[in-house]
């Protein structure tokens, strides 16, 4: 019988739902005190709204099975009753009454961004996402880490290239938080909103270009926290993963100290950069590698753009013929426009190679070696 | 609530329709492609669009035209006449919503995205990091990229207006008077004065814009509150554009001997849509001048 | 131009029909008109359904294979935009014009000639929107939802054609909502009062008020991503003293009573079609007037749902929380009230009462998530996830589409004057109902798992899911086929079908002869 198979199909459905344990059909317990009271909410809505579903279905059913003709069942003449109609109006509100109040109480504590122990900007763009420690004075990007072998199989020939286990979602650095603190986030963007999401944390936060949203969290366990930008930014908005590394206090200063160290590090290097010269070889490697992560997403690894979205490289008039503005479009980008600001995010030394690389691949051949110095001239550090 | 039926007039067919559906498709394409090719050299696209224009002209020339003939044979009952009524109040309604979408973008932007950027409500760090030397206040002067501009005040221009624009609804009104006691002077009288009010209230919106470009800074692009500006006076002006042609073939139908104390839905619809703009340009001096 | 020729004319030579495509181009009658809405719309649902096929197969296994990314944001775009704009709305539209002058006893619509041009617009406005795709830099690529800046700054070059195709499918909109009120209003037969009108009647009374309320705001908000993104102006851009949240909230002011547009006229549907096959009265008819009402007054003040995420303030959040949950009490009186009208009745399952049950059920479900993803500090998990996907189209494929699936089975016979093949129509609903499911819901583990919606790849963990979800698709998308064989073949001839077809059918329109006579009462019926 048909009704029946419905039937059991409708409780094998619900049933599923019920049982489902933490896993890859349900939501997320998290490791924070608000996710698990988010995922409480939900188990209780969730079974509320099934209870309502099995009595008014099996209502409905009831009357599907005994009241048909084919049973010989004879039409009723009723078709009002005020009482029932009350009824059936105040139960519900009551029922909505009573999800109201838990969701009031979460929502409200989860809005509470006050006494926070340690603040973090986090900034997203087309696509990445930018993590500043705002109380420590240093900050870094974080790409997705996956090789596009591993994804782009559009020509066929990647077929067989087997995809990691974090597959799209993982990142060259993550963002490193300690656990059992307070730690508020800053939120926002630099170019279109992008949507900053930790499953674990049940922290989903609108990056609005503009404007400073807060959200925060206080992680329980260690571990690594995979969650993905959720609100759609542009053609790579599918690539654009966030990893949360929680780590124990301790580790979490000893990270610091090294973070601190690297900053130093890092200005050494560049003053050496300044001085010493770049060779067409060198540049040329360090180039295409860092071209093939930073800059094929929009203009592609062969240079030729996506006609009316992202201009061609290859044969670009500026590039061939106006090399101040080439270096100048690259340290400081096109506002208005996608082409964003490439000075803070890459060294002195990594955006002269590319700008050599671009000026010497795809047939362009000038024959041009970018200094770190030329980079520098027009504020690149 | 009962209707009489008999007889209710349904053309046989129109070609009017198709014209005008083919007239929206050349404007859509055309203004699209004009907005396109701002940078550029190319024309096609104002072409384009012009043809559209000229097509919708045509149809409601057209379309008009014909409903005046069955009109005058007599065709239309009562409850035809209801169902235009009807059908125009329910049009207007939807101009209103069209302008409270853009009031909205108003309030909200005054009552909320100004004060936020300056720090307000949950926006704190908004303020604080972003734009540390952004000072919310309205009208908005100077904007967060600081880009400055200057502020249109409701005395002179505006103000003149005001009262142009509601004398223009009294003489309407008596004019429509005129139009019901049957005393035709009088209604042409005063629907002139109307169509020439209507030209001067343009006229001087066409100062004040040249006013603003040229010697205020205040321009489209001039931060939201120029945005608001332009927008909410420009469709409004757009409106009274329309409003006055509108009343402008009204006067030449009068002057003909159209209308008559029983049948000027025609006249009517026109003079509710004039009323109704009056009452937008007060919302309008009230929040975009005044306040 | 005969446009002269006077009503008593027509009572003349009673059926007489231009002939050719001059009649369809030309017409001003209700049931040509709203045949060519119906047939529009289908050709739309294939055209967007082609579109999500292509969104599916994509999405069959993890990483790219099919299409590059930016044109995988092209269908997911379109693919909204024709579903909502090209499939439902005109199909609805399509069922006031045939449906309604019948149903309240009218001679046709109150403003015929207008009629004809709301629905010419349309496809004037599809074709730019379709063309848009060739275009260098392809279509709207920034979904149905266009937020700026991602359609102001950073959108294509072809937006101006999105904007301005908007602009025309809303003045069609808006027209054609205007010609159904006065309709209603001014042309009901001598005693068809306002509580005799048949529930569909009402309706889409109410939906087209909120269609005049809510499309010239969707004009206005294009209007400013237009002068955004061409004029410089910065309506949603900070810099310039804007909010990129702006758009949001006036595009949902839209957008919510958008979604109500495309569910109301579906109730109508199913109160008729259940208590026709139940053979009993529709139970409560007055409250699920009131209940209507009520769905599209509240309507206006809970579009902030969708923007849980965006960063409002706290009071603000718990306002449209609960004013958004506050919608499941009367449409909850909807679906008890089906209930009890089957409740005791003499119920048959013909193909229509088929998708009108599957309809309670489905849409239920819709609603249920509906409600969840209504408690604000849960949508912080569920937003921009699949279970937003699974979500919409629980309500809007197996509400609206199985409604006005249903609805088409149960008018066919008094649209064409023949029986559909009620082998086919089961088969058709057996089959869809089956795929459906299987295509939509598993979109809810998905979502709950943590799948974002508008990617074009996904993590390996969603990969069974998706494959399923893929494969429902394929079935479901096959089996709207035959619906399109069971609609050919009705048209075209099959077994005569009498006045009235179904045994507890009620309503003007059936007292009709089958097919329905060109002009509909041209001498007002009485209305006991
Ligand atoms: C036909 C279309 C339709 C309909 C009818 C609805 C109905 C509802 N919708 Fe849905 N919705 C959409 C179409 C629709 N929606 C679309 C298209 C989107 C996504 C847009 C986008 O982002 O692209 C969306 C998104 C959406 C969101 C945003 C999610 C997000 O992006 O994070 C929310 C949040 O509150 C929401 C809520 C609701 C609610 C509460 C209802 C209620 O009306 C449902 C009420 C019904 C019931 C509850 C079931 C029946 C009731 C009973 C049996 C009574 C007893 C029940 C109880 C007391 C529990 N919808
Ligand atoms: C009424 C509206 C409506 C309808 C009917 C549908 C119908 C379908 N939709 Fe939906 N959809 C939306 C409205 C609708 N959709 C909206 C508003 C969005 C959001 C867009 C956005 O994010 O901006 C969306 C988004 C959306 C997504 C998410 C995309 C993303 O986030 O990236 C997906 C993914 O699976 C999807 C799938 C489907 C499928 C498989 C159908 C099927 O039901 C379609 C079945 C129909 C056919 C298949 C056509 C008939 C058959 C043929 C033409 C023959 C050819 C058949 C084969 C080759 C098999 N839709
Ligand atoms: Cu960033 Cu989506
Ligand atoms: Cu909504």
């Known amino acids: ?381 | 609530m009962e209707q009489q039926t008999t007889n209710y007039y349904v053309p046989a067919q129109s070609h009017w329709p198709i014209v005008g559906a083919v007239g929206l498709l050349f404007i859509a394409i055309g203004a699209g492609m004009t907005v396109q090719q701002m940078t550029s050299e190319a024309t096609s696209g104002s072409w384009l669009l012009t043809i559209g224009i000229v097509i919708i002209l045509y149809m409601m020339f057209g379309w008009f035209n014909d409903v005046i003939k069955e009109s005058d044979a007599g065709l239309y009952s009562a409850q035809m006449d209801r169902s235009f009524r009807q059908g125009m109040s329910w049009f207007i309604f939807s101009e209103v919503m069209f302008f409270a979408a853009f009031f909205g973008a108003l309030f909200y932007v005054r009552m909320i995205a100004i004060p936020w950027l300056g720090g307000a409500s949950n926006n704190e760090m908004t303020g604080q990091v972003l734009w540390p030397n952004f000072e919310a206040i309205w009208p908005l002067v100077t904007t967060p990229a600081g880009d400055t501009t200057q502020a249109m005040g409701w005395q002179g221009l505006p103000l003149y207006n005001t009262v142009i624009l509601l004398i223009s609804s009294i003489t309407l009104h008596f004019a429509h008077v005129g139009l019901e006691q049957n005393k035709r002077k009088q209604l042409t009288a005063f629907l002139t004065i109307t169509v020439v009010l209507g030209v001067v209230f343009l006229f001087l919106q066409a100062e004040e814009y040249v006013h603003a470009y040229r010697e205020m800074g205040l321009t489209l692009s001039a931060g939201v509150y120029g945005n608001t500006f332009f927008l909410l006076t420009g469709f409004h002006g757009l409106h009274v554009t329309i409003g006055t042609l509108m009343l402008f073939v009204m006067l030449i139908r009068v002057i003909k001997g159209h209308f008559s104390p029983e049948r000027h839905f025609a006249f009517q619809a026109t003079s509710w849509y004039w009323h109704f703009v009056d009452v937008v340009w007060l919302g309008l001096f009230f929040f975009v001048y005044v306040i | 131009m005969s446009t002269l020729s006077t009503a008593q004319e027509h009572d003349e030579h009673h059926d007489h029909k231009p002939k050719g495509m001059m009649r369809w181009i030309l017409t001003t009658n209700h049931k040509d008109i709203g045949s060519m809405y119906l047939i529009f719309s289908f050709a739309m649902f294939l055209i967007g359904g082609a579109m999500a096929m292509v969104i599916r197969a994509e999405l069959y296994q993890p990483g790219l294979q099919i299409v590059e990314p930016n044109f995988f944001n092209q269908m997911t775009t379109v693919h909204g935009l024709i579903m909502v704009f090209g499939a439902v709305m005109p199909a609805f539209t399509g069922l006031a014009n045939w449906l309604i002058p019948m149903m309240i006893g009218a001679p046709d619509m109150a403003l015929p000639r207008m009629n004809n041009w709301s629905f010419w617009i349309l496809p004037m406005a599809f074709a730019i929107l379709l063309s848009s795709l060739f275009m260098e830099g392809g279509g709207p690529n920034f979904g149905w939802t266009f937020y700026a800046p991602l359609s102001t700054t950073y959108a294509p070059d072809s937006t101006a054609l999105f904007v301005f195709s908007v602009h025309i499918m809303g003045i069609s909109s808006i027209l054609g909502a205007i010609n159904v009120v006065v309709t209603i209003i001014n042309m009901r037969a001598p005693g068809m009062t306002y509580m005799k009108m048949p529930l569909f009647v009402w309706t889409w009374l109410i939906t087209a008020f909120l269609l005049i309320a809510v499309m010239p705001v969707l004009a206005a908000t294009v209007t400013m991503v237009l002068t955004d993104k061409y004029f410089a102006t910065s309506f949603f851009s900070a810099a310039g003293g804007g909010d990129p949240v702006l758009f949001q909230h006036i595009f949902w002011f839209f957008g919510h009573p958008e979604v109500y547009i495309m569910i109301l006229p579906s109730f109508g549907i199913i109160s008729a079609i259940v208590p026709a096959f139940s053979r009993k009265k529709l139970f409560g008819y007055s409250s699920m007037v009131y209940a209507t009402a009520s769905i599209a007054l509240l309507s206006f003040i809970v579009w902030a749902h969708h923007m849980f995420t965006t960063g409002m303030p706290v009071a603000a959040e718990l306002f449209f929380m609960y004013c958004t949950m506050l919608i499941s009490v009367p449409t909850g009186v909807k679906v008890f009230n089906w209930v009890a009208t089957m409740w005791r009745g003499s119920m048959t399952f013909e193909t229509p009462m088929l998708f009108a049950i599957a309809f309670i059920v489905l849409f239920t479900i819709g609603g249920f998530s509906g409600l969840m993803l209504a408690i604000t500090p849960a949508d912080f998990q569920y937003h921009d996830t699949y279970f937003v996907v699974a979500h919409f189209h629980y309500v809007l494929v197996t509400g609206a589409i199985f409604s006005i699936m249903a609805a088409a089975y149960y008018w066919l016979p008094k649209w064409t004057g023949y029986m559909y093949d009620e082998k086919l129509g089961k088969l058709h609903f057996w089959a869809s109902l089956i795929s459906v499911n299987v295509l939509f819901f598993p979109m809810h583990f998905l979502g709950l798992a943590g799948m974002p919606r508008r990617v074009p790849d996904y993590a390996l963990q969603f990969a069974d899911f998706n494959q399923l979800v893929s494969l429902g698709g394929f079935a479901f998308g096959v089996s709207q086929l035959i619906f399109l064989v069971v609609v050919i073949k009705c048209a075209r001839g099959g077994e005569k079908a009498p006045a009235k077809p179904w045994e507890g059918a009620e309503g003007l329109e059936w007292d009709m002869p089958s097919p329905a006579p060109y002009h509909s009462h041209t001498t007002p019926p009485e209305v006991k």
């Open chain 1, 1 to 381: 019988m048909r009704i029946k198979i419905i039937i059991i199909a409708v409780l094998g459905m619900i049933s599923s739902v019920l049982s489902a344990t933490p896993s890859n059909i349900n939501m997320t317990r998290g490791v924070t005190d608000i996710s698990h009271r988010v995922y409480d909410l939900h188990m209780t809505i969730l079974i509320i709204c099934c209870l309502i579903g099995v009595v008014v279905f099996g209502a409905m059913f009831y009357a599907i099975v005994k009241h048909r003709k084919s049973q010989g069942a004879v039409a009723a003449q009723f078709h009002e009753s005020t009482k029932v109609e009350i009824i059936w109006t105040v139960i519900p509100f009551l029922i909505l009454i009573g999800m109201a109040v838990p969701a009031t109480k979460t929502l409200i504590e989860m809005e509470d961004n006050s006494k926070s122990d340690i603040t973090i900007k986090v900034t997203g763009s087309q696509w990445k996402w930018h993590y500043e420690y705002f109380d420590q004075g240093f900050g870094f990007y974080s790409l997705l880490a996956t090789p596009a072998e591993q994804f782009d199989n559009l020509d066929g020939k990647n077929t067989d290239v087997a995809k990691g286990e974090h597959y799209l979602l993982e990142v060259d650095k993550p963002l490193v938080l300690p656990i059992g603190k307070k730690i508020r986030f800053l939120v926002t963007a630099d170019d279109v909103i992008h949507s900053w999401w930790v499953p674990a944390f049940a922290v989903k936060q609108d990056a609005n270009p503009g404007f400073i949203n807060e959200a925060w969290t206080i992680i329980n366990e260690p571990g690594i926290y995979r969650g993905q930008c959720a609100e759609l930014c542009g053609k790579d908005h599918g690539y654009m993963p966030v990893v949360v590394k929680a780590v124990t206090q301790d580790e979490y200063a000893v990270w610091l100290d090294e973070q601190k160290q690297s900053v130093i590090q890092a200005k050494k290097d560049a003053e050496q950069a300044l001085a010493s010269t770049l060779t067409m070889e060198e540049s040329m490697t360090l180039g295409e590698s860092l071209y093939i992560t930073r800059c094929a997403a929009c203009h592609q690894p062969n240079g030729a753009g996506i006609p009316g979205v992202f201009p061609a490289l290859k044969n670009s008039p500026m590039i061939l013929n106006d090399r101040a503005a080439h270096i100048d479009i690259v340290v400081n980008g096109k506002a208005g426009t996608a082409m964003q600001a490439f000075k803070g995010q890459l060294t002195a030394k990594e955006i002269a190679a590319i700008v050599t690389y671009e000026r010497n691949a795809w047939g362009h051949d000038t024959g041009d070696v970018i200094q770190v110095s030329d980079v520098d001239a027009k504020g690149a550090k």
